[in-house]
């Protein structure tokens, strides 16, 4: 019927997702997933939007952040870091 080589590694497959499912289940596992993929959209949802008000200001859409960015440049200077 099956050969004794296949029906080996299909048990072996078997075990292996056994494993993978026990893992992968509990309030742990679903926490820290939890964590992760919401720091994951807050990190890209920031970027998005500093990409995009970075775009716009080099437009000359926002004007206001011309000012932001001269004080923000100010700051770090007085601190000591020098910015470009």
Known sequence: MIDPDLKSHLETIENEIVKMRKGSSGIPYTLWRGIVYGAG???GAV???LIVGWILNIIGVIPYFNNQVTEFRTALQ???GTLR
């Open 41 to 43: 959209y807050v990190i």
């Open 47 to 49: 970027l998005v939007i």
């Open 78 to 80: 007085n601190v000591g």
